[in-house]
């Protein structure tokens, strides 16, 4: 059944090179998201996929079959566009039902597939009207039903929810995955919102300039990411620069800016090494006053934002540097200007090797 | 200068200026364009009459009649099926060859039609040309050749206009009709063709106008064989002012009636698209099937367009050898007619372009923003094509009529209203098109920022639309140096280079072959510089915009 796997593709555009190197392998029945920045090379993938574009290098097997060289038509698959691409001088009962006609299915065979879709997507809309006369939701749906009724077991999607308003967005997005999942689909998505991506996907891929950051489970990610930026791109990070001062078996001593002395669990780290810490916002324990205790850093409020079940403080460090850390709004609160120590718990210090193009490029977004 | 735009910018703020420059252009649309080339021949109502008494000239009117418009509707036909797939092949394929081919699909666009002719009657008739591989004149003068030199002509219409259709159709469409299953060939006639057809249709009133408006190139194939215009010349030579009056009259109305038909109708006229051959398009989009396809449209246009079309060179170039070319140069016997001919060609086609852009540019706005309200702008719109798809011979009969009710009317006059109606339509739409283009708020956002409605025309729109200003000027004026209808109709002192050098080629002077395809060759390489020269240019502009 519809396993994807792609072994070290490659996709370039003349000098550029959209796709580096990709090796992914997409399970049966499995949802998963294409994640990354604009420009990551998460749509080129997707089109490798659908065989909309043909790959510079490597393979793409589909099902367990080597599709290179297979049109986008045979490859058994529907396609969801950012644009809903719904033909417009077609009916929505016609756009629905162009796959089963142009593979020459019998007209009873198609009626009650469509039909078995159009109840799938929930679509309540007249059948003769044409797309110029729907709203996005309406359009979004036929899409999907026109997608779904082309037969295929794998259904791709670009951005399939990028046009539409948040609240739609928000509703479509549990539909969606509730509908392959019992379709019994293979699903790929592809986003740009994190947040999407969390709440829809069994695992997401992270794309970064063409290459796979890291794939994992919404879990995994959040709470092991492997690198700077997927710490970073997926939810929320402090981070800090420091270099490690001591190394033991299960530990390491860091000093940060302004010889200050941390400690995480980490291992295989050598004396003198420069890393990166990184801390979740969350993760974040702010006290009054000035606590004098390792891990500990002094600063002042500078801004606070209710955001409902927490409260987003800014606090400025005395060594000008801003973490950000977020509390429940059941927790101890503070005011603009009060003196606070910053807590991060070892356990939760996240630690990388420092980057090679340096921090700030590696927490560029494109 | 800079206190003229001042004056200009702080009078555009005055409605009363504003009223008066968009009312004068829409009197001079009226009174210069629209209504003589119609009104014309309805006050020679009359005359008509005379037709009827003499039935063998009635038999041949309608004989010619009929071949016109058959020939346009075939040729726009055969255009399609050829003009189409090369397009297709043009846009979409992948081959670095593939430039060339473009630019060599707009040879017989640069190469004015007279000389078309006169290659496409060398190449298939003459005894130097792909004749002298069969040892026999392979198609000699008439219908046939008729035929062939239309689709000449017309064909880089097509092609031209279907590839940028192309380029511009969002493929997304077709990637849709792909990924539901559809191969190649079911996902273009089922979506992308559809999607295409205001193109399609365009391009086909396009190259039918081209075909039943031709004169010049047309008579040096025709042979004995008559078509409206050719009608309406030899009665006009032989003053048949009756049967002139009656083709005209037959011809423009028919076209108009053609014209309205295929605009009414063509957005209701559905492709079929509901009916699927799963197996036998998927045949027809293999590997074989597409290449057979791209092979027979590139071998089509060599052996069909470009070969015909750039024979023309050989009888120059021996000219060129031969003492002919110093004979030309230094202006002896016949040539200094020549010369003089080609400087009206050339001051004619400026003087043209050059009213067209001061009374044209009004318009394209008034049609472009709406200016005049929504109804009559859609209306003037419409108008404003009208003399682009009538026969250029019948509405230069016409307009000559219409102004020598006037007393004494000069016949450069003539002519220049003859070729401001013709060329007018070319310019407006280039234009109002691009100046539709232009996102509106812009303009807006000028105005509140403080712009008079002429400094914001003078600072936005202009150099936003300059490239497809240069374009609309240029295309007027190769039209007008191209026209041979029209000017033939109305002129009966001055000839312009095309007219010269029909009568040349029908030997009403005596001249050789040599020097025929030298007259040719100067008016080629003549318009091919000219040509070279303002795309410099736009190129030039389109970068600095």
Known sequence: MPEVVLKNVSKRFGKIVAVENVNLQIYDKEYVSLLGPSGCGKTITLRLIAGLVDPSEGEIYIGGRLVNKVPPEDRGIGFVFQTFALFPHMSVWDNITYGPRVKGWNSEKTSSVANEMVEMVKLATRFDAYPRELSGGMLQRVALARALTAGGNLLLLDEPLGQLDAKIRLELRYELRRLVKDLGLTAVHVTHDQEEALTISDRIVVMRRGAIEQVGTPNELYMKPKTIFVANFIGEANFMEGTVAKSEEKEIYVEIRGGFMFRAFEMGLGKGEMIVLAVRPENTVLMRGEVNMKNCLFGSVESLTFLGSLVRYHVRLDNQDLVVAKVPISGNQFNIDDRITVYFPPENILVYKYPEGGLRRELELE | ???????????????????????????????????????????KWNLMGQIFENSGL????????????????????????????????????????????????????????????????????????????????????????????????????????????????????????????????????????????????????????????????????????????????????????????????????????????????????????????????????????????????????????????????????????????????????????????????????????????????????????????????AILDILVNVPMVLPSIALGVSIGLFWKNFAFFPELGLLIFAHLSITYPYFVRAMSAAIERVNIDLEDSARILGGRPFTVFRTIILPLTKYSLFAGAIMTFTRSVDETGATLAVVTQLKTAPVLLVDWVKGKVPVTALEIGLGCGFLVVFSFIILLTLRILIRGAHRHA
């Open chain 2, 1 to 43: 200068m800079e206190r003229f735009e001042k004056t200009l910018d702080s009078l555009s703020s005055k409605p009363s200026i504003r009223y008066l420059v968009y009312g004068a252009s829409i009197v001079f649309f009226f009174a210069l364009i629209l209504v003589p080339p119609i009104l014309g021949i309805i006050l």
């Open chain 2, 58 to 377: 009635m038999s041949r009117a309608t004989s010619a009649i009929y071949s016109s418009f058959a020939i346009a509707i075939f040729v726009a036909i055969i255009d399609l099926i050829f003009g189409l797939p090369m397009a297709w092949f043009i846009a979409r394929g992948k081959s670095r060859w593939l430039d060339v081919l473009d630019t060599f699909a707009d040879v017989p666009f640069i190469i004015p039609t007279v000389a078309l002719g006169y290659s496409l009657l060398l190449f298939w008739s003459g005894s130097g040309g792909i004749s002298s591989l069969f040892g026999r004149s392979l198609v000699s003068p008439g219908w046939l050749l008729i035929i062939l030199l239309h689709f000449t002509f017309s064909y880089p219409v097509v092609v031209r206009v279907m590839v940028g259709e192309i380029l511009d159709y969002e493929q997304v469409y077709e990637e849709g009709a792909r990924t539901s299953g559809a191969p190649p060939f079911t996902a273009a006639r089922t979506v992308t063709l559809p999607i295409l057809k205001q193109g399609i249709i365009a391009s086909f009133i396009l190259a039918f106008a081209r075909s039943l408006s031709e004169t010049g190139a047309t008579l040096m194939v025709a042979g004995t064989f008559e078509n409206g215009p050719i009608f309406i010349k030899n009665a006009k030579d032989l003053g048949y002012e009756g049967p002139l009056i009656f083709v005209s009259f037959v011809l423009i109305a028919v076209a108009c009636a053609i014209f309205a038909i295929v605009r009414l109708l063509g957005p209701k006229l559905r492709i079929p698209v509901r009916r699927v051959w799963p197996e036998s398009e998927r045949g027809l989009s293999s590997r074989g099937v597409v290449g057979l396809r791209d092979g027979t449209s590139i071998w089509v246009f060599l052996i069909l367009i470009l070969a015909p079309s750039l024979f023309v060179v050989l009888p120059a170039v021996s000219a060129l050898t031969s003492g002919t070319f110093s004979q030309a140069v230094t202006g002896i016997g016949m040539w200094s007619a020549y010369w003089q001919s080609l400087i009206l060609s050339y001051a004619l086609g400026a003087v043209v372009t050059l009213i067209n852009i001061i009374a044209g540019l009004p318009m394209a706005l008034l049609i472009a923003r709406k200016k005049a309200g929504k109804l009559p702008s």
